[in-house]
């Protein structure tokens, strides 16, 4: 199992997951590796020291504590699990066993909160322990900043701090020749200027079709990100449109209309690519101020040339961010 | 209570709550409020017809079924409900009591599904019953499809059919007016031309800062969504954005930085109005395809004053949505 919740493929500042930080990470692991080889059966004696972090929407609950026989700390996140809906879950789901607290009863319509035999009502569990700082700030709750970059931000300070960072993306140029993952590769088109690489995100099992979410990256070398866009990239966007398009139909039975094509801004790894999500898939990385519609950006650019190296684009960062630093010392974040 | 999961501000045709719609299900539910007025203790004897709906990400199970007494039709709608927190949650959550299944471990990393005691691990309930055909047809999972439309589409088949619609929106301009929900009103800015009423969204409790999700609804009359905005609106715009930002400030502590602005397009009423979201709050309708960030707007049309009368607009509309029937019928949607 890898570090949980650890996407491979997204090596940038936003994550905690440089190559550099991951190799750190590597370190502690293997300096902790002789300690409890123990598994857990219950949560006796654990003290809650800290709520690290909780959300009312993925409805997890991340903490830091300890057990009682160590002085080591333990990080546990916790997250309530989707329902299943097969046979029998259902059956003991909707069932005496399931009792009923009323709230509220208005007619026809009756408020409850119900309770679910123990074993159809479970949480999916992570315990890290012993827990290093860099799991503990991981999992701590960070502050977002919106940041607004006009095309001059962009080339004093965005850029530098991109070029000065060691973010290898070789794992993608090993996409791109074939020499990783090639047995994932749904579509190909070879061309140098317009071709492309298609392939499942990291995040989709590639199970269930509303969860759909693939990746196509350029073949074409040195585009970073849409800042890097004009004219001359029409036909490669317009390019990898229709042919994704066409190559999901084919391959997932899924059509045009049903699918979000975007680019991120800031992006997780500076060699152009788009994602496509089932429109159902309401994942992360698709709100306004990060996700950018493909076909918005063929026309911005149709409508305005230099579109992309003259508007503004407004995104998020996460406090710990090394970007974020750089536009506070340049006075445009406060 | 009001019917589940509606809003009342919420009268366009993207919920099935028209006017007219709500009128009807108020008519539906008058004539069977002779019937059961028995409250729930458990689900005994409940026969599960079909799953309508079901979402990982929600965690969510909207079920149709009958009690084994009665020919008579029940939606069930079930969601996990988020962590609680308190002491006295976490002694519970945290204890022997919570058994722990082992699914990997590997060095300080453990994998389980962990099994909490009952009563913490509640389950938010709500029994429609008897349920309308209109009851079933809402919670039934929906198609979504992806629409483009150019201004001439929103001249040609958006804006009639907006015009066809009987969207009352009295109660905005109640709002407007102080004749509704004065009480509620944080911040107003009463200039007819660039004055706006600032309000918390129905979504919002009012307590968490994370949700925070404000309405500035102008007061200028006329202005439906931003397909009317031009040039002549940026002081508008750029009053709403400082006047916005300042109140929510001065109420609730949180700066620029942690806000998101935006405008809805479609939107679900037609008197135009501005979104404030905290920037934590991945609350639905931020998508890329949905909301349009108001700094974006004003820089588009400083860039180019027709902007919004040039560009294409894409969005998703539910199969069951009169406007996607219009798309249809002029061949713009497959």
């Known amino acids: 199992m890898a570090a949980p919740?650890?996407?491979?493929?997204?090596?940038?500042?936003?994550n905690d997951g440089t190559s550099q930080a991951a190799k750190k990470l590597k370190l502690a692991t293997d300096l902790h590796s002789d300690v409890d080889e123990n598994v857990l059966h219950d949560f006796d004696g654990f003290k809650v020291d800290k709520i690290l972090s909780e959300s009312a929407e993925s409805k997890s609950l991340?903490?830091?504590?300890?057990?009682?026989?160590?002085?080591?700390?333990?990080?546990v996140l916790l997250e309530k699990k989707p329902f299943l809906s097969d046979d029998l879950t259902l059956k003991s789901l909707m069932s005496k066993e399931t009792k009923l607290k009323l709230g509220l009863k208005n007619d026809i319509y009756g408020a409850y909160e119900s309770f679910p035999p123990v074993e159809v009502n479970g949480v999916k569990t992570t315990v890290i322990y012993p827990a290093t700082d860099k799991h503990i700030n991981k999992y701590k709750s960070q502050v977002l900043h919106l940041v607004t970059e006009s095309y001059k931000d962009y080339q004093n300070?965005?850029?530098?701090?991109?070029?000065?960072?060691?973010?290898s993306i070789q794992w993608v140029y090993n996409i791109l020749e074939k020499k990783a993952e090639s047995e994932h590769i749904i579509y190909e088109d070879p061309d140098p200027e317009v071709g492309f690489v298609l392939l499942p995100d990291m995040k989709w099992d590639g199970q269930k079709i509303d969860a759909l979410h693939l990746i196509a990256i350029c073949h074409?070398?040195?585009?970073?990100?849409?800042?890097?866009?004009?004219k001359e990239h029409i036909p490669l966007l317009k390019n990898i449109r229709e042919k994704c398009l066409e190559a999901v139909?084919?391959?997932?039975?899924?059509?045009?209309?049903q699918l979000r094509m975007y680019f991120h801004y800031q992006?997780?790894?500076?060699?152009?690519?788009?994602?496509?999500?089932?429109?159902?898939?309401?994942?992360?990385?698709i709100q306004t101020e990060k996700a950018h519609l493909l076909s918005d950006i063929i026309e911005n650019i149709e409508l305005m040339p230099d579109y992309y190296q003259r508007k503004s684009l407004t995104f998020a960062l996460r406090e710990s961010d090394g970007l974020l630093d750089r536009f506070r010392k340049a006075g445009k974040v406060e």
Do not use: C, W
């Not at 919740?5 to 936003?14: A, H, W």
């Not at 074409?220 to 004009?230: I, V, Y």
């Open 220 to 230: 074409k070398r040195g585009l970073k990100s849409l800042r890097d866009l004009n």
């Open 5 to 14: 919740m650890k996407n491979k493929r997204d090596n940038s500042k936003e």
């Open 157 to 167: 300070i965005t850029l530098p701090y991109l070029n000065e960072q060691d973010f």
């Open 62 to 75: 991340f903490l830091l504590g300890s057990f009682s026989e160590s002085a080591k700390k333990a990080v």
């Open 267 to 285: 992006a997780s790894y500076y060699q152009l690519h788009v994602h496509v999500t089932h429109l159902r898939n309401h994942a992360p990385g």
């Open 249 to 257: 139909k084919t391959k997932y039975a899924v059509g045009r209309e």
